[in-house]
């Protein structure tokens, strides 16, 4: 590394110079993991209060699903680390849904949302989930009837909005506004704790594990940054979920997905793995490549992966010490490491030390009452 550089290194927190003076030697250095900064807000989309506590209302009730009873809450649960716990998702009734269900804690910082990074705010990210076929399965027009009839949310949406009727978009963009308050308190993350002067909120294990995750583990690789991502794409070499070889309501909707994605007839038919970032680009470069997620929370968040194939931590890390398994396009950067079972723990003890320490839990909310018809027209 440059003198200049080095020099420049020496007025940053020491675990920030650790970071980047690790990866050196392969001539690449990366974003130093730090604490969050404060949530972005769309100039389009700005909070107030009333806008929170509305999305809050909205994200816990089920009249904005197709048949009354996939609220957003159903698959993003906070006792569960804001997700389903289920490898894969369960999906809209009479379905399977076919992937992860990903959490929403801290998406609020990323900049493209679904594991093939499909969309690219969480407004338009609360219309795929409201109305998307294996998921909420809504009819956005009659979504927005039903809030009509509930006066409690006509007048909610005519203080928030200034509109007369409750409308989709609108309902959207307060579910989004919601969902930027489910961030890490960084004053219970023992790692923000120590970046932030506090250098015993950290014990021996955790910060050899550090020393691990910018070195020889190569965790910063990927991981990196405030939110523990780089938001790239990489095939690291994932093991198939095995549903979709045996179940057939797993291969419905496996086989589902490629239709609607638009690939190939050739593809569609043999339908053989989740292609990733292949739907979005229909690049072959792209198959098998998935959006880096953020390590924060994860002590909250299992199981991991885009198809939920690992329900432990120990499990994720054995499977990167290994160097992961065959894929289409997989990573250089994915290749054995040689741990010892001593710095595996390490390992995971650090990355725990990425998330509260304890987890993030919202009330239910009061929703509103049932419907009401609507008063007779004026004549």
């Keep these: 590394m440059k003198t200049s550089t080095t020099l420049k290194l020496s007025a940053i927190a020491a675990s920030f110079a650790v970071a980047l003076t690790a990866t050196a030697a392969t001539g690449q250095t990366f974003p130093p993991l730090a604490p969050l900064p404060p949530v972005p807000i769309p100039k389009d989309n700005p909070q107030t209060p009333e806008k929170v506590a509305l999305g809050k209302q909205l994200f816990w009730d089920a009249r904005l699903s197709g048949d009354g009873s996939m609220p957003c809450v159903s698959c993003h649960l906070p006792a569960l680390g804001w997700g389903d716990n289920n490898a894969i998702s369960r999906g809209y009734p009479g379905t399977q849904h076919w992937r992860n269900s990903q959490t929403v804690l801290n998406s609020a910082y990323y900049n493209k949302l679904f594991w093939e990074g ?58 989004a506004a919601y969902q930027r308050t489910v961030v890490s308190d960084g004053s219970k993350v023992p790692f923000d704790r120590y ?10 294990s955790q910060r050899r594990g550090m020393a691990l995750f910018n070195g020889k583990a190569g965790c910063i690789q990927c991981h990196n940054g405030p939110l523990a991502s780089d938001e790239k794409y ?7 979920f095995p ?29 053989d793995r989740d292609y990733g970032l292949y739907y979005v680009t229909k ?49 250089p950067l994915v290749k054995p490491l040689g741990l010892s079972a001593q710095e595996k723990k390490d390992l995971v003890a650090f990355i725990e030390a990425l998330s509260m320490t304890e987890p993030l839990i919202h009330d239910d909310p009061k929703l509103p009452g049932a419907y009401q018809p609507l008063p007779a027209p004026v004549k």
């Design 234 to 240: 990489h095939d690291i070499g994932l093991p198939d």
């Design 195 to 204: 970046m932030n002067g506090d250098k015993k909120s950290l014990d021996a």
């Design 118 to 175: 499909s969309v690219t705010s969480l407004e338009s990210q609360a219309v795929s989930a409201a109305e998307g076929g294996v998921a909420g399965n809504g009819d956005p027009s009659v979504m927005e009837m039903r809030l009509r009839f509930v006066p409690e949310y006509v007048e909610s949406f005519r203080k928030v909005f200034g509109s007369e009727w409750p409308r989709m978009n609108d309902a959207y963009r307060a579910i």
């Design 283 to 331: 690049n072959p470069k792209d198959i098998g490549k998935f959006r880096t997620p953020s390590l924060r929370e994860v002590k909250y968040t299992a199981p991991y992966m885009h198809n939920g194939v690992f329900t432990t931590l120990q499990e994720v890390v054995d499977f990167y010490d290994r160097g992961g398994e065959a894929g289409s396009n997989k990573s």
């Design 243 to 271: 549903g979709f070889k045996d179940n057939p309501l797993y291969q419905v909707t496996h086989r589902w997905q490629h239709y609607q994605k638009g690939v190939s007839e050739a593809r569609y038919r043999d339908a």
